[in-house]
């Protein structure tokens, strides 16, 4: 199934058209700004990457925004020097 990315600052406007889409079989999501279905997206393509990716000997995946140290740590970790 296609996804409808609905974006309108109306929240008003934004419900009437995403309830009259899912009413004609539709899968939507509805947002306020441009920026906000865009980090959707960003989020919804790390899952299926990280989906895709599970079972192919990664040992571990790691999505953005990464925390510098807890990369560095969890680097450490599978290498083997994790001693302070």
Same mark, same amino acid.
């Given at each position: 199934?296609?996804?409808?990315?609905? *974006?309108? $600052?109306?929240? $008003? +406007?934004?419900?009437?058209? !995403?309830?009259? %889409?899912?009413?004609?079989?539709?899968?939507?999501? +509805?947002?306020?700004?441009? !920026? #906000? +279905?865009?980090? #959707?997206?960003?989020?919804?393509?790390?899952?299926?990457?990280? $989906?895709? %990716?599970?079972?192919?000997?990664?040992?571990?995946?790691?999505? !953005? /925004?990464?925390?510098?140290?807890? %990369? *560095?740590?969890?680097? $450490?970790? !599978?290498?083997?020097?994790?001693? /302070?």
């Amino acid at each position: 199934m296609n996804l409808v990315l609905l *974006v309108g $600052k109306e929240w $008003k +406007a934004r419900v009437l058209l !995403r309830a009259q %889409l899912i009413e004609e079989g539709l899968e939507v999501e +509805a947002h306020e700004s441009v !920026r #906000s +279905a865009l980090e #959707s997206l960003v989020a919804g393509l790390n899952l299926i990457t990280s $989906k895709i %990716l599970r079972g192919r000997e990664f040992e571990l995946i790691l999505t !953005r /925004p990464v925390d510098v140290g807890e %990369l *560095v740590a969890q680097i $450490k970790q !599978r290498v083997g020097t994790d001693s /302070p």
